[in-house]
């Protein structure tokens, strides 16, 4: 079946195999999460304003503008990778990445060259968000299928966890900076230096994923799927796309809430230091990184259903009242209660969600379908920064955030219980 060269990754160490995949997916979020950690320096270098608000909603906007490129991405990425194969199209998806973070790593300011700076950063996070809307699901499903019997939710959970770290990575960046510049220099040009560390990271990432190898599932099927394949049973399981785009709304508002927005809420909304804001975030992604596979390996014991169904229920009744006694007497111990908190109802849902959209697409367009409905997802949950903003200034209301969270967790409830509506859905979502 397989040659020296495509040596299956039941060949080599399923660690192995786990590191090399996800290695690509920690270069893509610790570039989203540096954005978002920056987004107040980034509006000033790229966006300058009489008004900080509308400066500051400037650079929120182009952070979410690059989830706008994700089901395109998705659509013509993932179409890619169901035919030409997993290993091919992740290391396509890390080029792509790689180029929109050195766009907006070495780009002057509006200063120096005008229009054409915020210009070129919208095409750098456009680029980015292509490519990453086929990484998650690419990724996502290379674990699925190289998982052993009875693990493929503490196996899908990784994939998530990878973010994790360079949540921790970039916010740990973010911490010794602040140390060491003063917030002026910070400002000025600082914030630059966390994305020229991701670009050198880029070619010992190269390295690791250029070793992947291809999946026995995908090297086993004898029929791979034309583009206008793909596009005919996108067609047909609509209803299965958008289902899993409302689980993905509670992953997605969730998770950029309490990482990419922790910096700037705590910042501008809460007054607090930059330095306690970061340490809290670093605080966040540790803790993710606890709940993820836990949630992935307990969903594989008692299956998705349940787990979702608890969690998502348990965020609609807490998400606000926690956010409100935060905004009631603003700390640092407060804020990292609650963020603690709201990881901990992220990644125990997050954990059980993402094998479960793996397992809900048809497998010949398993990436395309997965990647399409995260997708679509992301281009409302990536745009939590600045709705979360707009929300606080609209309605003097600095809880707000809460209750975005808490609509998001309605459309996970909603969205799990239309996919598993009957008996059949249920053997369908059954783990293997």
Same mark, same amino acid.
């Given at each position: ?22 290695? %690509? ?52 990425? %993932? ?12 290391? #396509? ?21 005008? /229009? ?9 996070? #456009? ?11 690419? /990724? ?57 560390? %991701?670009?050198?990271? /880029? ?6 994923r250029r070793s992947l190898q291809e999946t026995d599932e995908f090297l086993a099927r004898k029929h791979r799927p ?28 969730s998770f950029y809430m309490i990482t990419a927005y922790t910096p700037t809420f705590g910042k501008e909304v809460l ?26 390996a307990v969903s594989d014991r008692v299956g998705r259903r349940p787990v979702l169904l608890f969690f998502t229920i ?25 963020? #603690?908190? #709201? ?59 809460? /209750? ?29």
């Amino acid at each position: 079946m397989s040659s020296s060269s495509h040596a299956t990754p039941a060949n080599e160490s399923k660690a192995k195999s786990v590191f090399r995949v996800v290695s %690509g997916n920690f270069l893509e979020m610790y570039d989203f999460m540096v954005y978002g950690y920056y987004a107040s320096a980034i509006a000033k270098t790229y966006f300058p304003s009489g008004n900080e608000f509308a400066s500051l909603m400037l650079a929120l906007s182009v952070f979410g503008a690059g989830f706008l490129m994700r089901p395109i991405g998705a659509i013509v990425l %993932g179409a890619y990778i169901d035919h030409h194969g997993r290993r091919k199209g992740l290391i #396509l998806t890390l080029t792509m990445m790689a180029i929109g973070t050195l766009l907006v790593a070495v780009i002057p300011g509006y200063a120096t060259i005008g /229009v054409l700076a915020p210009i070129i950063v919208l095409a750098g996070r #456009l680029l980015q968000g292509f490519s990453a809307g086929v990484e998650l699901g690419g /990724v996502s499903v290379y674990l699925s299928e190289i998982a052993t019997k009875g693990n493929k939710g503490f196996y899908c959970s990784w994939q998530s966890g990878s973010q994790q770290v360079a949540v921790v990575f970039a916010a740990l960046i973010g911490v010794v900076m602040s140390r060491i510049l003063p917030p002026d220099q910070m400002t000025a040009w600082g914030w630059r230096v966390p994305f020229i560390i %991701g670009c050198l990271i /880029v070619p010992f990432l190269f390295i690791i994923r250029r070793s992947l190898q291809e999946t026995d599932e995908f090297l086993a099927r004898k029929h791979r799927p034309s583009m206008s394949e793909i596009m005919k049973s996108m067609a047909s399981n609509w209803g299965i796309v958008l289902a899993g785009m409302g689980m993905v709304i509670m992953t997605t508002v969730s998770f950029y809430m309490i990482t990419a927005y922790t910096p700037t809420f705590g910042k501008e909304v809460l007054k607090l230091s930059s330095i306690d804001t970061l340490v809290v975030t670093v605080f966040v992604g540790l803790s993710n990184l606890v709940w993820l596979p836990l949630s992935g390996a307990v969903s594989d014991r008692v299956g998705r259903r349940p787990v979702l169904l608890f969690f998502t229920i348990l965020t609609i009744l807490t998400s606000y009242p926690a956010v409100q006694w935060l905004v009631a007497d603003p700390s640092f111990l407060r804020l990292l209660g609650v963020e #603690l908190w #709201l990881s901990f109802l992220y990644g125990s849902y997050n954990g059980a969600m993402v094998v479960a959209l793996t397992e809900v697409m048809p497998v010949e367009v398993r990436t395309t379908g997965f990647s399409l409905a995260y997708s679509l997802a992301t281009t409302i949950g990536g745009f939590t920064p600045a709705i979360s903003t707009y929300l606080i200034h609209a309605t003097g209301n600095k809880a707000a955030p809460g /209750v975005w969270m808490g609509l998001a967790a309605i459309c996970g409830l909603i969205a799990t219980l239309v996919l598993y509506r009957s008996t059949e859905a249920r053997n369908q979502y059954k783990t293997a």
